[in-house]
């Protein structure tokens, strides 16, 4: 079970560091570079195939979807903190 969870922070820091610094294209690098090293360090662990490819979607979905949180325009828009006073 800890191995799991290893893949799974590994690949949602992966995620968000690469959605914070890098294009689309770097996560189809990271994907492949996930997928081979988590079906070697599964099978070392003595994981199933089904198991395997079943941990592997769901390593690869959490990559994805901490890309998108780090990629969101919000997050990279300067804060506004000074209002004008005509805005209401």
């Known amino acids: 079970m800890s191995v799991i969870m290893s893949l799974l922070v590994v690949s949602a820091l992966a995620g968000l560091?690469?959605?914070?610094?890098?294009?689309?294209?770097a996560l189809a690098v990271s994907g492949l570079i996930l997928s081979i090293s988590a079906a070697m360090i599964l099978q070392k662990e003595?994981?199933?195939?089904l198991?395997?490819?079943?941990i592997i979607f769901v390593v690869l979905t959490v990559n994805?979807?901490?890309y998108l949180v780090g990629a969101t325009p919000?997050?990279?828009?300067?804060?506004?903190?000074?209002?004008?006073?005509?805005s209401r």
């Open 64 to 66: 994805q979807i901490a």
């Open 17 to 25: 560091v690469l959605g914070f610094y890098f294009e689309l294209a």
């Open 51 to 54: 198991e395997g490819v079943g």
């Open 74 to 86: 919000s997050s990279r828009a300067p804060k506004n903190t000074t209002r004008s006073p005509t």
């Open 46 to 49: 003595d994981f199933g195939f």
